[in-house]
T-cell receptor, first 115, second 115 residues
Framework: NAGVMQNPRHLVRRRGQEARLRCSPM?????VYWYRQLPEEGLKFMVY????????ESGMPKERFSAEFPKEGPSILRIQQVVRGDSAAYFC?????????????FGEGSRLTVL | AQKITQTQPGMFVQEKEAVTLDCTYD???????LFWYKQPSSGEMIFLIY??????QNATEGRYSLNFQKARKSANLVISASQLGDSAMYFC????????????FGTGTRLLVSP
């Protein structure tokens, strides 16, 4: 039973380019969360999505960042016109979404480096 | 809003000794879940243990136990018989219904286990 799959694992972009990070949740999970981890810091919540719906985007920067979780296919975190400060590890997590108990299952992260 | 405070940036312990990692939380919700995750140097997030706010018994998972003191809003992780492989970052997190079931993480504690 495959876990949460994230790709790419490592991504290098120049300033001004676009970064697209993909996340396939665990089988049977319909809830996806994106987190950002800056070097030597904890994980900061960005956005929570269910299929075709954004439930909570309170942690998303207002500009350049967007996320989607279409009916078919993986969840995508998109960063437009990247800047050096976007360099971080981006983690995706999924859950079946039953109640407020239950762990989130994390992917191995996508590490974005902006040159 | 929910908040997790981890006041120990780093902890040292000798192999085979027990260690306690501190975690305090703040929430106005009556129903919530508390989690501990381990992040080794390879970067993945590994779920360790969960405690529900209505659970009367402290959670235990192998060498991990959670010292849950609800009145003090504290959820300390106890690792017994430390092993070299326990060296990692440890994150405490809280999940609540009003928080849309997202995990809110603390800043983490780096544990170093010495031979």
């Amino acid at each position: 039973n495959a876990g949460v799959m994230q790709n790419p694992r490592h991504l290098v972009r120049r300033r001004g380019q676009e970064a697209r990070l993909r996340c396939s949740p665990m089988k049977g999970h319909s809830h996806v969360y994106w987190y950002r981890q800056l070097p030597e810091e904890g994980l900061k919540f960005m956005v929570y999505l269910q299929k075709e719906n954004i439930i909570d985007e309170s942690g998303m920067p207002k500009e350049r960042f967007s996320a989607e979780f279409p009916k078919e296919g993986p969840s995508i975190l998109r960063i437009q016109q990247v800047v050096r400060g976007d360099s971080a590890a981006y983690f995706c997590a999924s859950s079946p979404g039953q109640g407020d108990t239950g762990e989130l299952f994390f992917g191995e992260g996508s590490r974005l480096t902006v040159l | 809003a929910q908040k997790i405070t981890q006041t120990q940036p780093g902890m040292f312990v000798q192999e085979k000794e027990a260690v306690t990692l501190d975690c305090t939380y703040d929430t106005s919700d009556q129903s919530y879940g508390l989690f501990w995750y381990k992040q080794p140097s390879s970067g993945e997030m590994i779920f360790l243990i969960y405690q529900g706010s209505y659970d009367e018994q402290n959670a235990t998972e192998g060498r991990y136990s959670l010292n849950f003191q609800k009145a003090r809003k504290s959820a300390n992780l106890v690792i017994s018989a430390s092993q070299l492989g326990d060296s990692a970052m440890y994150f405490c997190a809280i999940k609540t219904r009003t928080g849309f079931q997202k995990l809110v993480f603390g800043t983490g504690t780096r544990l170093l286990v010495s031979p």
